[in-house]
């Protein structure tokens, strides 16, 4: 083993084995030459050392190591002169840790440092496994152009992509913020890898194909892909079922989604959390209220348990069919079944309180969690804030805005469009003219759009329909007068046997 000459040794643990003494190795390579004068050997640069077969790394010694260079990692220091220090101890599967770390921590950019210094090892072998890694970090942190680079450099250093690397390069596109631009890139990507040997698609890239149209609600797309699955070799497994069921389940596709439940049933493949939670949410969508709590049921009886998730979305079914007897009961079950509820189920909770015209209800809730001092969230202030605003009271919004800003809290852009609009909705201009005062103070400009929705709520008679159409697409539970209450949807089909 050959090693960099400018390393040092280090006061690390003494479970990392020292090197091999190259000193004496190399001396015994030039006794066996003197023997045998005839026999040369040569080592260019562009050779590479072969990887040992079978060398296992000791996971507890990877972890440390990687604790103690990440400890040394600093704005002062510059990271190579910290790799220098530990070159003896770190190899390829350090850095595959270390990517994913400094992924964690959204320093990317010190991940490229990393692969620059690792090219420049002896022991190193560029592969499709480092090239994978990097193009998924950059694709979590939203580089997809660096993720682009990653894909253009492995194939410059002589490396063939294969499956694995598409998939990257895939998920990578899928984090773009140009949702049908990222889909239609990730189609043309998956028609490429059916014309390459090296690449056929596997399960996996099925799986986050049709997650991905899933959540675009393209129920046509997600059906071709799941046909094209049923033509190949590939079986499909628990991911494949939940991303089909979630896609149909978001449209409201009942019939189809059960009829995938027993597809997946009939092919053995027992339910696990994931699967029961989007049964939960969709037949709550639907208000088919006695098939959602049979799920529930059946999910207690499971070896899945419920999530936090599983509660939230109970509870924001119910509130958005008034039923607050119900979603009281819930949030009671999460603190008798010793789960603590997060923010977000509080903000749930006080927006199907804000629907139910309990408003006192929601403010104790909020004043509960002032009162914890366990750090307010923005979107727990906005959540009050619209029950204020959703039931005409434009003053009391004015109000607790005010408190906030004298308690620390500093309001986002999303917290003055809502009250931006529901003020221009009740046509109190001074209470807009005082908000935008502090929108100017705090550095926030408005745009057209935002503009556009508040100014048509003073002079047309459309303004209430337009506003009535913007809060239909918000998350926020739509209100019906309190003397009729939504009855449950019934859902005419075939349920489910777990």
Known sequence: MLLNSATTTTPFSPKFKE?????????????????????????????????????????????????????????KQPLVVILDKYVKLIRTEHCFHLFEELGKRDKWLQCLEVFRWMQKQRWYIADNGVYSKLISVMGKKGQIRMAMWLFSEMRNSGCRPDTSVYNALITAHLHSRDKSKALAKALGYFEKMKGMERCKPNIVIYNILLRAFAQARNVDQVNALFKDLGESIISPDIYTYNGVMDAYGKNGMIREMESILAQMNSNQIKPDGITYNLLIDSYGR?????????????????????TLLTFNSMITNYGKARLKDKAESVFKKINDMGYAPSYVTYEIL???????????????????????????????????????????????????????????????????????????????????????????????VPNKKFFLEALGAFGSSTAGSDANQVATHSTTPQRTPQSVQRQPKSVDSQFPIF
């Not at 003055?416 to 529901?422: E, V």
């Open 19 to 75: 090197p091999i003494n190259t000193k004496a190795k190399h001396n015994q390579t030039n006794l066996s030459l003197q023997k045998n004068p005839i026999t040369t050997i040569t080592w260019t640069s562009s050779s590479r050392p072969k990887r040992k077969a079978g060398v296992k790394i000791d996971k507890s010694e990877t972890e440390q190591l990687i604790k103690t260079l990440l400890r040394n990692f600093n704005d």
């Open 286 to 306: 639907r208000q088919a209220f006695d098939k959602m709590e049979q799920v529930f049921k059946s999910l207690l009886r499971s070896k899945a348990k419920p």
């Open 350 to 444: 006080i927006s199907t309180y804000g629907v139910c015209d309990c408003v006192a209800k929601a403010r104790e809730i909020f004043d509960e969690i002032m009162e914890s001092k366990k750090g307010m969230q923005m979107s727990t202030l906005n959540a009050m804030l619209d029950v204020y605003c959703m039931n005409d009271l434009p003053a009391e919004a004015d109000q607790l805005f005010e408190y906030a800003h004298k308690n620390g809290l500093h309001p986002d852009a999303s917290t003055y469009k809502l009250l931006y609009k529901a003020y221009t909705k009740s046509n109190k201009k001074e209470l807009v003219q005082k908000l935008l005062k502090y929108m100017d103070n705090s550095g926030i």
